[in-house]
Structures are given as structure tokens and as C-alpha cells.
């Protein structure tokens, strides 16, 4: 029996077999695609539709993917996000070209070469106590109503439709992440060892402030949402970025303290976007109430060993991604990314629980012919019973 779209990824998410693997593209700035390859995946299609940035931010690269496309790309959710505040939009647009983009929590991306942009203003540099904190004149207005006034009424359209999973995504949402921008990782990381206590003042200071907009945001969804985006990004290609105890003793109370707040306010399933090897602190993230894993990057380390991860998380925690970003998508084939995309399925997608998604935005080295081999293979392939 055919599924509608948000039919067939709640049954995923229920780890129940659907009519076939869902697809989750272009959500968010984590499963979406940047401009230039957009550009050609329309060109190539014949669409005509303007290009839009993600988040009203071109510096972030990522497109804004029209319904054409997103219906092209079988894709079986739809995004709902948050916006800047009206004055941070306005002041970067606003700005003098190339100059630096800064958020809303001070933090920004410096341009490196025309169009390329990189994170390097931290306005915590140098900051080492808790006094530091507080006395922080950029700490951002999460009550501004500019954020979320479009929320209410978007989610309410996806829902009176009642075609795709409706997945929500409040951005800069993500605490370690956050820590990262505003001091910079490495002087974060060395401040988790040598100064735990400001550390982990600054990290509850985050936390503080992803809860207040988190929590208008889910209000104005008014229950219109079946999946909520949060997540930090805890791996490297080789192993985790901090050590399981150091997770275990800072940021595991944090997360559990987050999705807490978040689940005592909406019943939608808790996807955790986490990039690299982070094998060892699953079990951790299944305690803690993470419901969907995202993006599990094959080429980082035992995040490869994608039978090993179904047979030993597949019944607890919904896995999400997969499909390699690092070498497949950018330079195989479209033959090569199909059979890849059959094995990931085939491994991944019995009893249900997986959903297909590339590992992280498809940037612009990643040929428009070989998004569309990922989910044409889906389509042609991951109906069920798989294989």
C-alpha cells in the first residue's frame, strides 16, 4: 500500500516498515544542498524557480529549495525554521561587501576568497571566568518576536496538508557548537581541560538561552511537527572529539537537561545531528532520549561498520544519513552511487528505522547527476521488503 510522505517517515520512526525508505532532503542546513549545486540540479531539470538562501543567509551557502525540486528529490519532509532577529538581518544585509557576518550572539564568519566564508569571529576569545560571562554585552535577545512570527503559520499549512513530516529546526540552537563560535574550538576545548568550572558555566549559559527561543519556537508550532533538529557535533574522521568521560561528566548532563525541556513540550521525535566517529557515546544518546542519529558518517571511523551499528543500535535509535558525502557523492559515478545507496539501504533499512540523507550538506563539488542517482535509487530500489 502506497504511504504519503509523512505516513512513511513516522512508520521509519516508529521502527515499522514503510512502503519504502523515506528520504530527508532539504529540512534544514544540515540535509540540504548548497547554492551552486541547486543551480545545476534545476538547470538540469528544467525548473525555473529563484534562488533563495536558507535562513535569509548567503554566507551560510546553503539553497533554499523550492517545492519543484524538493518534489523532484522525493523528499519526504518539509523544513520549518527559525529566522535572525529583523535587525541582524537587516544589518547584514546592510553591510559593507565582504566585510564580516556576525549573528546574533556575536559570533560570525570572516570571508577567506570571494564567497567562501569561515568561522573566525569569537567574541569569548579571551573571556576565562564566569564574571566573563555575565558581564557579555552580546549575549542575544531570544524573545525577539521576528525570530519565530512565521512559524505558526507555516507549520499550519504543512499540517492542513497533511503530505509531508513536518521537521523543525530552530538554528544555532546547538550549546558545544555555540561555545565553538563564540571562543573559538580550540581555545573551548582547551578551557573543557585546564578550566571545567567556566566551561561549564559558559555551556549553561547557552543552554539558558537555546531553551528560551526553543521553547516560543515549539509554541508557536502549536504541536504541527512530527521531528525537532538539535544536536553538537561530538566526532572527528579517526575518533570523538572529546573523550567519552569529559562527555560523560559536561556535556551528557547538558544534552540530557535539552532534550528533557524539549520533550516535556512536544511528543515529535528527537533527531541529533552529530558529525564524525561517535560510535562509543551511542548508547549514551539513546539514555539521554535522542531518537533519531544523524548523519552517521560512514568515513569516519566505526561509523562505517553500518551492520555492526544496525545490529546493535537499529532497534533502539533511528539512524539517519549515510550516504557518503566525503568520497561517494563528490566523485563516483551515478552507477557507483547507485550501487552504494542499494548497499546502505540493504543494510540499514530491514524492520525500518533508517531514513536516507547525505552525510551532511551537499556542497558544491557533489555533481547535480548524483543527487539525483541517490534518490532515484531510492525510489527504484528501497521499496519494501528491501532487496
Sequence with gaps: MTMTPRERVKAATNHKEPDRVPIVIGANNTTGIKMETYRELKQLEGIDASDEYLHQWPELGTAKLDEQTLRRLNSDVRGVRDLEPASVLERNKDREPGTPY????????????PGAWYPGVHPLKEADTVEDIEEYEGWPDMTDPTRVAHVKEKAAALAEKNEYAIMATPWLLFPLERAFALQGMEVFLQNLVRNPGFAKALLRKITTKCQTLMDS???????NIDIICIGDDLGTQESLLISPDTYREVLKPIHADYIEFIKERTDAKVFFHTDGDVFPLIDDLIEIGVDILNPIQTSAGKMSDLSKLKSQFGDEIVLCGAIDTHKVLPGATPEEVKSEVKRVMETLGPGGGYMVSAVHTIMEEVPAENVLAM??????FGTYPLG
Design 375 to 380: 534518490v532515484d535509487t531510492v525510489k527504484e
Design 102 to 113: 556576525v549573528n546574533s550572539w556575536g559570533s560570525g564568519q570572516v570571508q577567506t576568497e
Design 217 to 223: 519556537f515549539l509554541s508557536e508550532l502549536e504541536g
